[in-house]
């Protein structure tokens, strides 16, 4: 037993440190926002090192500890490759808490402050508190839930307001959402639940204005109440002169 224990060792030891296993190819997949550079830095390896002398679990709990990284897959390729299978997370929203922002994802995952060179061009939610955030066994709040089912329908190529024309998403914990949108640039406030039927609603506004009164300028559209329209009209800057 024991020089069969002596053997292994001596085994492991001449193919730890024949050039042969020695990594030649790193190939890493998955990337937008990290870098080659940014991953193997996380993981501790380079061209150079032995396939076999690397802890492949290792590896990837170091990668998971990075806060873009949601899932990944590391394996050898023989005789010297290493294979690299990222997921990053995908950022949908800056969440604005208190003093702090963070990005949130398409799955409703906090998962990091917003910090250089993060992306800044996505909807910002205000109003929520971290008691509203699902945490370990936590369920989110409703709040937090309504928020998730806007950013959602904005997601679809043929949605009524497209996520990269919200601007803000303003919370108010009394009276539900309401979205800044850019383009038509109005606050359109659409309280709780109903999100699919207030767009149709929304949707049979915005074009009446567009046929029968394109001199007018809307400002508000409160949809909160799921039968009740209430318009509110721009006050142009000659008409408040006047």
């Known amino acids: 037993m024991a020089l069969m224990s002596v053997l292994l060792i001596f085994v492991h030891d001449l193919f730890t440190q024949i050039n042969y296993f020695n990594i030649k190819h790193i190939d890493i997949k998955g990337l937008y926002y990290l870098s080659e550079e940014d991953i193997m830095k996380q993981a501790g390896i380079a061209k150079g090192n032995n396939i076999l002398g ?20 590391v394996s050898r390729k023989f005789p010297d490759g290493i294979m690299i299978d990222i997921t990053e997370y995908q950022p949908e929203a800056i969440a604005k808490i208190r003093d702090k922002q963070y990005l949130l994802s398409r799955k409703g995952v906090i998962f990091k402050s917003l910090a250089d060179p993060d992306p800044t061009n996505l909807p910002i939610v205000t109003g929520l508190s971290y008691s509203d955030i699902p945490v370990a066994n936590l369920s989110a709040s409703a709040q937090f839930e309504a928020v998730r089912k806007v950013l959602k329908m904005g997601r679809s190529s043929m949605a009524l307001i497209p996520a990269n024309k919200i601007q803000e998403i303003q919370m108010d914990s009394e009276l539900g959402l309401t979205l800044k949108v850019i383009e038509p640039s109005l606050l359109i406030q659409i309280g709780y639940e109903y999100y699919p039927e207030k767009y149709q609603n929304l949707r049979r506004v915005l074009e009446y204005f567009k046929k029968e009164n394109e001199q007018i300028q809307v400002s508000e559209i409160d949809l909160s109440d799921l039968n009740q329209i209430v318009v509110t009209p721009a006050i142009s800057k000659k008409s408040h002169q006047s």
């Not at 590896?59 to 806060?67: D, E, Y």
């Open 54 to 73: 690397i802890n492949l679990n290792l590896v990837r709990k170091k990668l998971l500890v990075h806060p873009w990284i949601e899932k990944v897959q």
